[in-house]
């Protein structure tokens, strides 16, 4: 008994003496500044100890089918970060307990996941975000991510990828923002606000992670993690401006790329990762490698061993390494060679305690334990998915306004692959995504029409391969309709990582489903999804309309029964062109003049793609007024004013975007034909009219990088674009 009694008491004296020192600890006092903090946090840690925050290791089922087979490697307690590959936050509050409880200064690990397009509720792929020309839903869209991701104990998202890729055979071009930097810079920033809120340590914000940094979407032939040829000019010029936008909307981290720029690879880049990143940019977060990319360096030819990509990606400016243990095992040993100075190491961890410190994860270290239905697929958030699916949606092709369906047509052929698929509108990368939640478009279309439109389903033929045997069925149902829908496109899996094709055509068993469609002589509507441009030579001309769908998500087949059915009037518009074929890439509507304006073309196909950056069709009509300039010449601390009326002139309430553009014909560096400036979407109600503005700032709309980064204004001529309309403005010294 009276041991018992002593026992208490020394266990409540330890207590107090830790409450104590908690409070004498600087690192632990939340209303000490945060730099001082780290300082005092640092100072305290052994070599071992700060090593340890430099790597991240993986935890759970591992869902990237690439990164498949790794080991998951016994967790040390005092680890920097860790890939969380499950859904619940029970494990990642014991793993959370065990650093917290059994390292020496109970420093939090982070937990990070690929949160692309969704946690749980999936909304479109990234591609068909941008094609909605609407960053406020995108931001609403990633908040809901943040919100599903951070009540699963996720931290932090390698998202957004913000590689401009103008090839389409590149699988990864479902994951960026199209062709555009200015869009990728848009989007990219908004997702980065939706995942990160307010305040990073907001109970929902999650920190974002800006990958892969850089020039990853220029990889030769479109094959997955290859080559990139990059020159400074378009280093400066194309990939790096995204990059930009978001780390001045805060993005708390970012990703080195697998792909050498132009020699040097992404992970081992000082100039990428150190000058512009840390000296110019002034950023304060972390870089983490990509998977298995410091281990890499030797496959690139870059590093003759281990130990050497360790030093070369460190030294470089990436600070954490992604699950391939180099910067444990050799960092080291190469600091007792004076290969690594102690002065790297102190930064690279202060720049991830940084973080740690910024998600408030010291004083919060564990996630709440909320049950599923109380955190995943909340009405509100299946509605922001919804709404983005909606205006994801892009109207290619719309001939005598076959479309909307309205009670004209009584019964209607539903027929492809993807008329009741489900699995593959989620689109690659579909994190916690599962098939059941996903409406299909025969389900879609079933709720929207109920009993009044006849659905007359035929599958008509698989994804790939050759058997036809279903097409008489498919052709019996279309001969006994009013109206053909024909739902084509690719499997989830054909875009996303490691997901290249060398053609961007569907495979040849669905074109010839619509052949022997278009025999029965009844209008055909072609429904597209898919996670690239696709190439649509000789579908085309054979459908009377076509609808791109893109890979919408959980809301997929509502959405798209809306636009059928006129509910909803499309308001998507391509953000990425579509070739005409394979071989015209690449082709995008930034490209520079050519030296013969009259020559240079295909022999055997028209240079016209198919459908330029911009292209979108509504069920209404939009009449342009007067391009009106507040002046036709301005100086160089001078902004000008351009504003149109634009007019919803058709019998439909609709949204229209106004893409703006600039061209600077001369230039001591030439310059792309038109560059997107600006952009604004607005809802008209039928017959409203509306001022769309833009302002120019010369500085930022007018000048342009050289192969230094540095910025050029050059006195002359500008055209300013928008629709079929082109004002010239002069700009003076
Ligand atoms: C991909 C990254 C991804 C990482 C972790 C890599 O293979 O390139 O985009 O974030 O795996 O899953």
């Excluded at 034909?673 to 302002?695: D, H, N, V, W």
Aim: charged content about 25%; overall charge negative; hydrophobic content about 40%.
């Amino acid at each position: 008994m009276k041991k018992t009694a002593s026992c208490i008491l020394c266990s409540l004296m330890i207590q107090l003496t830790v409450i104590a020192d908690n409070n004498r600890v600087l690192y632990k006092d939340s209303s000490a500044p945060i730099e001082k903090r780290i300082q005092d946090l640092v100072s305290r840690m052994s070599l071992n100890e700060k090593i340890q925050q430099l790597n991240q290791y993986v935890l759970g089922e591992n869902t990237n089918a690439n990164n498949l087979g790794e080991a998951v490697s016994t967790i040390p307690a005092g680890i920097g970060s860790l890939i969380y590959f499950e859904s619940n936050p029970v494990l990642r509050n014991e793993i959370q307990k065990k650093a917290m409880k059994e390292s020496r200064l109970g420093i939090p690990v982070l937990f990070g996941y690929d949160i692309i397009h969704g946690f749980r509720t999936i909304y479109p792929i990234s591609l068909a975000q941008a094609c909605s020309w609407n960053p406020g839903l995108v931001e609403q869209a990633c908040g809901v991510a943040a919100r599903e991701g951070s009540m699963a104990g996720v931290d932090w998202t390698f998202s957004p990828m913000i590689d401009i890729a103008r090839d389409s055979r590149w699988g990864r071009v479902s994951e960026g923002y199209g062709e555009d930097p200015y869009a990728n810079g848009v989007f990219g920033a908004a997702s980065v606000k939706g995942y990160q809120g307010k305040n990073l340590s907001d109970p929902y914000s999650i920190a974002a992670c800006l990958k892969h940094f850089v020039g990853y979407g220029e990889s030769e032939g479109g094959r997955d993690y290859h080559y990139s040829d990059v020159s400074a000019q378009s280093l400066w010029e194309t990939y790096l401006p995204p990059y930009e936008a978001c780390i001045k909307a805060g993005a708390a981290t970012l990703m080195s790329s697998f792909n050498d720029i132009s020699g040097i690879p992404g992970s081992a880049n000082p100039y990428t990762l150190t000058t512009i990143l840390k000296q110019q940019w002034k950023h304060d977060g972390f870089v983490i490698s990509d998977w298995n990319a410091v281990d890499q360096l030797i496959n690139q030819g870059f590093a003759a061993n281990k130990k050497e990509a360790a030093c070369k990606a460190f030294m470089a400016g990436v600070e954490m390494d992604m699950t391939d243990n180099d910067y444990a095992d050799f960092l080291p040993q190469l600091i007792a060679e004076k290969k690594v100075p102690m002065e790297r190491v102190n930064d690279a961890v202060s720049r991830i305690l940084r973080i740690k410190f910024r998600l408030g994860l010291f004083e919060h270290p564990y996630t709440p334990e909320a049950s599923e239905s109380e955190r995943l697929l909340l009405p509100q958030s299946i509605e922001i998915a919804r709404k983005l699916a909606e205006e994801s949606i892009v109207l290619l092709k719309n001939e005598k306004q076959l479309l909307p369906i309205t009670s004209r047509y009584k019964r209607v052929a539903l027929i492809g692959p993807m008329a009741k698929d489900k699995e593959n509108l989620l689109g690659a990368w579909q994190a916690h995504g599962q098939v059941n939640d996903v409406e299909s478009i025969f389900e879609g279309l079933e709720k929207e029409w109920k009993s009044n439109i006849e659905l007359d389903y035929a599958k008509g033929c698989d994804f790939e391969g050759d058997n036809e045997s279903d097409f008489k069925e498919a052709l019996t149902a279309a001969q006994n309709s009013d109206i053909i829908l024909v739902c084509l496109g690719e499997k989830g899996n054909w875009s996303g990582e490691n997901a290249s094709r060398s053609t961007i055509a569907l495979p040849s068993i669905q074109e010839k489903l619509v052949s022997e469609l278009k025999r029965t002589g009844k209008p055909i509507v072609l429904i597209l999804s898919n996670g690239r441009p696709l190439e649509l030579i000789r579908l085309r001309s054979q459908v009377d309309a076509i609808v791109e769908i893109w890979q919408p998500g959980v809301a997929g087949g509502a959405s798209l029964a809306g636009i059928l059915s006129g509910r909803i009037n499309p308001s998507g518009k391509l953000a990425i062109t579509f070739p005409l074929t394979t071989g015209q890439i690449p082709v995008y509507y930034n490209m520079r003049q050519s030296a013969r304006l009259k020559e240079g073309f295909y022999q055997d196909i028209p240079t016209e793609p198919a459908y330029w950056f911009g292209h979108g069709l509504s069920y209404t009509t939009f009449t342009y007024g007067n391009l009106k300039l507040s002046a036709t010449k301005i100086k160089k601390n001078e902004k000008l004013i351009a504003e149109v009326e634009v007019q919803n002139t058709g019998a439909m309430d609709g949204k229209e975007t106004v893409l703006w553009f600039i061209s600077d014909p001369v230039a001591s560096i030439t310059r792309p034909m038109k560059e997107l400036k600006f952009f604004e979407k607005k809802e008209l109600k039928a017959g409203q009219k509306s001022i769309f503005r833009m302002e120019i700032d010369p500085m930022r709309d007018l000048s342009f990088p050289d192969s230094n980064g540095l910025r050029h204004l050059e006195a002359g001529d500008f055209y300013l674009t928008i629709g079929n309309q082109k004002a010239k403005f002069e700009l003076v010294d």
